[in-house]
């Protein structure tokens, strides 16, 4: 039987914790939640009563994202270690999602393992798609650096080792298999977490698939005009960005 | 006020800027600005993945040819036996 763990990331107060996890507590059991902590350490002791990790990785905490080739090495490995710390815990598979990616649906880890067995794939995200050898700016500064392609070529099992992908680091949903075999790679290059995560996959051996019908509501800013509502009625599953909570008014259990 | 003036400049280049054809299907895949600029190429624009690729010609010609542009076709790896 499955069963997804939802690991979500946040930095955020007590406060808005509270308010998060209620929100994912309308789709989600808060057993099935593990709340991976990158804000300050005394925040992190005077969270809420919810499965927690803190995640003291320098390369979470960067200035610059993109240029600093920001990492979510810290956060796989922390999970990772909780799984195994927690065996009885028979997690089949891990959606990732940072605290301003938002479900609107109940059932959304149903929804998401009927996509990834329709896919027959061992990852989803979104905006999938490769980018090597093309215009893309954070393939032409990542392939700058002569350990980038050197890192994929000597632990690639694929055919072409020179393949590069990009999808938005802000949702994905991963095998529990796929999800620690590359939490368990020693991250040995600095690349931005966009990249590394589908491309190290995908080296793996892992298949990676996009989401596909689920981009109308994802986006890096935000999108003009969308709100929850609007967000439901054109059938998307998650939202992102929501970074004002306060705007939010209803829960996923209202889709019902 | 750094993102606004990016927003600017970004604005002026998409309206200065031309739609990119794909060299195979003739599917517009973006829009960006092109400058030749010390024997390269500027391509300004905003959040293009564009393969750069010669376009075929029916008409055998000495004197021209046209760069075009392609995306890679939608990932679709197949799961690795032993992964």
Same mark, same amino acid.
């Given at each position: 039987?499955?069963?997804? +763990?939802?690991?979500?990331?946040?930095?955020?107060?007590?406060?808005?914790?509270?308010?998060?996890?209620?929100?994912?507590?309308?789709?989600?059991?808060?057993?099935?939640?593990?709340?991976?902590?990158?804000?300050?350490?005394?925040?992190?002791?005077?969270?809420?009563?919810?499965?927690?990790?803190?995640?003291?990785? #320098? &390369?979470?905490?960067?200035?610059?994202?993109?240029?600093?080739?920001?990492?979510?090495?810290?956060?796989?490995?922390?999970?990772?270690?909780?799984?195994?710390? =927690?065996?009885?815990?028979?997690?089949?598979?891990?959606?990732?999602?940072?605290? /301003?990616?938002?479900?609107?649906?109940?059932?959304?880890?149903?929804?998401?393992?009927?996509?990834?067995?329709?896919?027959?794939?061992?990852? +989803?995200?979104?905006?999938? =798609?490769?980018?090597?050898?093309?215009?893309?700016?954070?393939?032409?500064?990542?392939?700058?650096? #002569?350990?980038?392609?050197?890192?994929?070529? &000597?632990?690639?099992?694929?055919?072409?080792?020179?393949?590069?992908?990009?999808?938005?680091?802000? $949702?994905?949903? @991963?095998?529990?298999?796929?999800?620690?075999?590359?939490?368990?790679?020693?991250?040995?290059?600095?690349?931005?977490?966009?990249?590394?995560? #589908?491309?190290?996959?995908? =080296? %793996?051996?892992?298949?990676? &698939?996009?989401?596909? /019908?689920? !981009?109308?509501?994802?986006? $890096?800013?935000?999108?003009?005009?969308?709100?929850?509502?609007?967000?439901?009625?054109? $059938?998307?599953?998650?939202? !992102?960005?929501?970074?004002?909570? $306060?705007?939010?008014?209803?829960?996923?259990?209202?889709?019902? | 006020?750094?993102?606004?003036?990016?927003?600017?400049?970004?604005?002026?280049?998409?309206?200065?800027?031309? /739609?990119?054809?794909?060299?195979?299907?003739?599917?517009?895949?973006?829009?960006?600005?092109?400058?030749? @600029?010390?024997?390269?190429?500027?391509?300004?624009?905003?959040?293009?993945? %564009?393969?750069?690729?010669?376009?075929?010609?029916?008409?055998?010609?000495?004197?021209?040819?046209?760069?075009?542009?392609?995306?890679?076709?939608?990932?679709?790896?197949? =799961?690795? #036996?032993?992964?």
């Amino acid at each position: 039987m499955s069963r997804v +763990l939802n690991l979500i990331l946040s930095h955020q107060t007590r406060g808005e914790v509270e308010w998060l996890l209620k929100w994912w507590s309308h789709c989600s059991p808060l057993e099935n939640i593990l709340l991976a902590y990158g804000g300050a350490r005394e925040n992190f002791n005077s969270l809420p009563d919810v499965q927690r990790v803190f995640i003291d990785d #320098p &390369r979470l905490r960067v200035a610059h994202k993109q240029r600093d080739k920001q990492s979510y090495g810290g956060v796989w490995r922390a999970a990772a270690a909780w799984l195994a710390q =927690h065996p009885q815990a028979d997690f089949t598979h891990v959606y990732f999602a940072e605290c /301003d990616q938002l479900p609107l649906i109940p059932d959304l880890a149903n929804r998401l393992i009927g996509r990834l067995t329709q896919e027959g794939a061992d990852v +989803l995200g979104h905006g999938v =798609h490769r980018i090597d050898g093309t215009s893309n700016s954070y393939y032409l500064y990542h392939i700058h650096d #002569p350990c980038f392609e050197a890192f994929w070529r &000597r632990i690639s099992v694929r055919s072409d080792k020179q393949v590069v992908f990009w999808m938005m680091g802000t $949702g994905s949903f @991963w095998t529990r298999r796929a999800f620690l075999a590359v939490a368990s790679q020693h991250e040995e290059i600095k690349a931005y977490v966009e990249v590394y995560l #589908p491309t190290l996959a995908h =080296h %793996l051996g892992f298949r990676v &698939r996009d989401f596909r /019908d689920q !981009h109308g509501c994802v986006s $890096g800013d935000p999108l003009r005009g969308l709100s929850v509502e609007s967000a439901r009625r054109k $059938g998307c599953w998650t939202m !992102h960005p929501i970074k004002d909570y $306060g705007t939010v008014c209803s829960s996923p259990s209202r889709e019902k | 006020m750094k993102m606004f003036f990016r927003s600017i400049v970004l604005r002026v280049i998409h309206w200065l800027g031309s /739609d990119i054809h794909d060299v195979h299907t003739g599917q517009r895949i973006g829009r960006a600005l092109l400058i030749p @600029w010390r024997g390269r190429v500027l391509v300004l624009g905003d959040g293009l993945a %564009l393969v750069a690729q010669f376009h075929p010609q029916s008409r055998f010609t000495w004197w021209k040819r046209e760069l075009g542009f392609t995306r890679h076709p939608e990932p679709d790896f197949p =799961h690795e #036996p032993g992964a």
